[in-house]
């Protein structure tokens, strides 16, 4: 499966926004989806990830209820949408697939190219 992310941009702090990870290749809801973010010179962290039917749900402590996790399989799109960003949230963020919603970046299979956010203060 092929995967694109799109959505990013420069933001203020506060603000909201809407990453998408789209498919192409193979049948999104054949997946599970997860975000990862890296900011620079930092290691990739796991944001969130949603199960192929979208019945569960995970995040990072860091995000929990800030953001949300949200799949249209119908589309072949998982959304991540930021609300009350921060510039700690600054990153290249990253959509993978996998077979399971895992939280280690390692056992996801394909991953997209990212696409960079970046929250001014």
């Known amino acids: 499966v092929q995967l694109v992310e799109s959505g990013g941009g420069l933001v203020q702090a506060g603000d909201s926004l809407t990453l998408s990870c789209t498919a192409s290749?193979?049948?999104?809801?054949?997946?599970?989806i997860g975000w990862f973010r890296q900011a620079p010179g930092k290691e990739r962290l796991f944001v969130s990830t949603?199960?192929?039917?979208?019945?569960?749900?995970y995040y990072a402590r860091a995000v929990k209820g800030r953001f949300t996790i949200s799949r249209d399989n119908a589309k072949n799109t998982v959304f991540l949408r930021m609300k009350t960003v921060v510039p700690e949230d600054t990153a290249t963020y990253y959509c993978?697939?996998?077979?399971?919603?895992?939280?280690?970046?390692?056992?996801?299979?394909?991953w997209g190219q990212g696409t960079q956010v970046t929250v001014s203060s």
């Open positions: 993978a697939a996998g077979q399971r919603p895992y939280g280690d970046d390692r056992l996801y299979d394909s």
């Open positions: 290749g193979r049948t999104l809801s054949d997946y599970s």
């Open positions: 949603i199960s192929q039917t979208g019945d569960s749900t």
